[in-house]
């Protein structure tokens, strides 16, 4: 098993920046790979950034990719979501994952419960 929190969800306007942590405990962080998730209001969830278990590979949606950088540090269980220039539609529940990669993508085997993240425009 593995547990995994969130943080760092917030209110920001259009432009700003947020920093997301997900912090991990339970069985061996770093072999898992690790991803990000968010699942918008009347929406499915959809994949947002994922990384392998080293951190040599990372994959991005097209949505995402030059604004948003996902990173881990192994030492202290955690993987991160950077997100620059956000826009209105990035509001969603945002979700940490652990699993496999199945590239660009991952299999979701563990789930955090979510923080919310809102964009004001």
């Known amino acids: 098993q593995v547990q995994l929190v969130e943080s760092g969800g917030g209110l920001v306007q259009a432009g700003g920046s947020l920093s997301l942590s997900c912090a991990a405990s339970?069985?061996?962080?770093?072999?898992?790979?690790m991803g990000w998730f968010r699942q918008a209001p009347g929406k499915e969830r959809e994949f947002v950034a994922t990384i392998s278990r080293g951190g040599t590979y990372t994959y991005y949606a097209d949505s995402v990719k030059g604004r948003f950088t996902i990173s881990r540090d192994n030492a202290k269980n955690t993987v991160y979501l950077q997100m620059n220039s956000l826009k209105p539609e990035d509001t969603a529940v945002y979700y940490c994952?652990?699993?496999?990669?199945?590239?660009?993508?991952?299999?979701?085997?563990?789930w955090g419960p979510g923080t919310q993240v809102t964009v004001s425009s």
């Open positions: 994952a652990a699993g496999a990669l199945k590239r660009p993508t991952m299999t979701g085997d563990y």
């Open positions: 339970g069985r061996t962080f770093s072999g898992y790979a």
